[in-house]
């Protein structure tokens, strides 16, 4: 069935290091790609997305990257603030006019001062 | 403007008891989503709506579980005679019709079965 792993579960990093969280799909067919961030108690939102026709997408501190061979995708935060301190999450879904998200177990990133 | 809202934010019930959730997607949103998160862990699909129809109710853990959503707004979830493993937040999120668009979540409700 549709799965997708997601890893480290939990990311210690100082402030202005960078922080890398890998995701693996295992549906073939998924080709949306998005990342959100949820605050304790907060509800989930969106802070960047790719699709299965592009290898990276940047905005400002953050890039995710896709590796479609590899059913691969990463995000990258650089210059890490403690206000990155959250779980994200990534997940996948396939075209067919809706986004059914399979979503990756999250990770939990700190950022120390 | 507003955003998907959830009522009620928590919910305490006991085991046996039925529960309705309710979610009120950003307007003019055409497709509604129900999720699961428990706890520490990721959200698990449930159900989507396109309009008032469900395509996908493939997430449903039962059939204690059943969703409807009437025009093309307002959807409830109900959770029939509830058990303690159904304690978990139910997030719901909206986004218009489409396949790449951003599907805007709500605060959900936590749902705690004694």
Redesign the interface.
């Known amino acids: 069935g549709e799965n997708v792993e997601q890893h480290p579960s939990t990311l210690s990093v100082q402030e202005g290091d960078s922080a890398v969280i890998k995701c693996t799909y295992s549906d073939s067919a998924s080709n949306y790609f998005p990342w959100y961030k949820q605050e304790l108690g907060k509800r989930p939102q969106l802070i960047i997305d790719i699709r299965s026709n592009v290898g990276e997408k940047k905005d400002q501190r953050i890039a995710v990257t896709l590796n479609k061979t590899a059913k691969h995708f990463s995000l990258h935060i650089t210059e890490t603030q403690p206000e990155d301190s959250a779980v994200y999450f990534c997940a996948a879904s396939r075209s067919g006019g809706y986004n059914k998200l399979i979503f990756g177990a999250g990770t939990r990133l700190a950022v120390h001062p | 403007g507003a955003g ?1 809202s959830q009522s009620p934010s928590n919910k305490v019930t006991e085991k046996g008891k039925d529960v309705e959730l309710r979610c009120d997607p950003i307007s003019g949103h055409t ?1 509604l ?1 129900w ?1 699961r998160q428990s706890l ?6 449930l159900i ?1 709506f ?1 309009g008032n129809s469900a ?2 109710k493939s997430g449903l853990p039962s059939d204690r579980f059943s969703a409807e959503r009437t025009g093309g707004s307002v959807s409830t979830l109900t959770i029939q005679r509830t058990q303690q493993e159904d304690s978990a937040v139910y ?1 719901c999120a909206s ?1 218009p ?7 805007f ?4 409700t936590r749902l705690t079965v004694l």
């Open positions: 998907v497709a989503y999720y520490g862990q990721g959200l698990e699909f989507y396109q395509p996908d997030l986004s019709l489409g396949a790449y668009n951003e599907q979540f709500g605060p959900g």
